[in-house]
């Protein structure tokens, strides 16, 4: 092995691997499981090379845990190296894991616990119970008293039942700033003691039900910017909690919810949020917008995913929402936005009938870039060339 700094060698093992991404601050369209795991498979394989190698990479390979097993739930217990746990910033945990159940081979896990042995803990994901799961769970009450001092991000799958654990780490978190829930809610706490999340910047609901969005709805958050909304599908709950927070929001992005094609939550959005800067959605699958206006809007970003892995672009739906981007309801505009930078799009943008779309926001001098900040040019004469199937040059 070439005489190196540890320092260097650790650099350049990080390099071959996917960039780890612990953060909580918002991120549009975020789905970032995939490159984590792909990070620990590959740095998994790095500490076998040899011993060195094994303390290069040692702090990265600890730095995300995944507790859904006997094993690793054990070794967890019997982990004695201090340094180990204060590697560790980022655990999921299985549902089943922190519940009681007539099947359960352990006493479920205690979050409380769980930061008192890791304390640099700043990530804690409780992953939703899969259907063929859902019997036979009830809440386990926890006898320690609940810190979670340095929890910055929470993404947390509830049930009927075993909600307590949830309040117990949101009231005593106060320096969490990502906050991701789905599942039911129903909280013991009364309606005149309400949750206060002073660090709260970002807000995922998935798949949520009414009642715990009413719950939500009793919230102080005075930091809140950014919310991400996957349901429940009544326009009049989403109206509702936007009454509330609406004008103090930054960003709303609709998550990929069928739901959305059926009524029109954009125009809901646009009326209720003032202030707002940046908007996302899936334009496949939501419905193009009624007459609104709003005059802070800057930035849309459109994910071009679509509801099925076989369905085709609806052509009419995708230039209705460019009619409205183009139009005079958002003045402001500057920037629309395209996710993912390439697959889908790249079919959408080389057919001719997407040079028409290009040209409208272009003559209202507005910015159409890719997700990696490619700024994607326009000129009558690639329209003409596109239109006559004649173009060379790459767009």
């Known amino acids: 092995m070439v005489e190196l700094p540890p320092e260097v060698w650790l650099q350049i093992i990080l390099f071959a691997v996917p960039v780890s991404n612990f953060n909580w601050e918002y991120e549009p369209f975020e789905g970032h499981d995939d490159v984590v795991n792909e990070r620990v498979k590959i740095l998994s394989s790095v500490v076998l090379v040899c011993r060195a190698w094994r303390a290069f990479a040692e702090r990265a390979v600890y ?18 190296d201090d340094r180990r746990k204060a590697y560790v910033r980022r655990v999921v945990l299985s549902y089943q894991n922190t519940q009681i159940s007539p099947a359960a081979f352990h006493q479920p896990i205690d979050p409380a616990r769980l930061f008192k042995r890791l304390p640099n803990l700043q990530i804690l994901i409780r992953q939703p119970l ?168 800057r930035v849309v970003r459109l994910h071009g995913a679509l509801l099925f892995v076989d369905s085709v672009v609806n052509w009419e739906t995708l230039s209705a929402h460019f009619a409205f981007l183009a139009g005079p309801a958002l003045p402001a505009l500057e920037r629309v936005v395209l996710y993912p930078s390439h697959g889908i799009w790249d079919d959408v943008v080389w057919d001719a009938r997407f040079a028409g779309l290009h040209r409208a926001l272009w003559e209202r001098k507005c910015v159409l870039q890719r997700a990696d900040g490619e700024c994607m040019s326009y000129s009558v004469r690639w329209e003409l060339e596109m239109s006559q199937g004649t173009l060379l040059d790459g767009y």
């Not at 730095?63 to 004695?80: C, G, M």
């Open 63 to 80: 730095e995300s845990l995944k507790l859904d097993s006997r094993a690793s739930i054990a070794a967890l217990e019997h982990e004695t």
């Open 130 to 297: 899969h259907l063929r799961q859902k019997q036979g769970y009830k809440y386990q009450s926890y006898a320690e008293e609940s810190s979670f001092p340095s929890l910055k991000r929470l993404e947390w799958w509830g049930g009927n039942g075993d909600v307590t654990s949830l309040d117990d780490i949101l009231q005593n978190a106060p320096h969490i700033e990502h906050l991701s829930l789905g599942g039911s809610y129903t909280s013991p706490r009364p309606a005149s003691a309400a949750l206060h999340l002073p660090a709260l910047a970002t807000l995922s609901l998935q798949r949520t039900d009414a009642p715990f969005l009413n719950q939500v709805r009793s919230w102080c958050m005075p930091r809140l910017a950014h919310l991400v909304y996957g349901g429940p599908p009544a326009p009049l709950m989403l109206d509702a909690l936007l009454a509330q927070f609406g004008p103090q929001l930054h960003t709303f992005e609709l998550a990929r919810r069928i739901y959305f094609l059926n009524e029109d939550y954009i125009m809901l959005v646009l009326r209720a949020c003032p202030a707002l800067h940046t908007l996302a959605f899936f334009v496949n699958i939501t419905m193009p917008p009624g007459p609104v206006t709003n005059g802070a809007l």
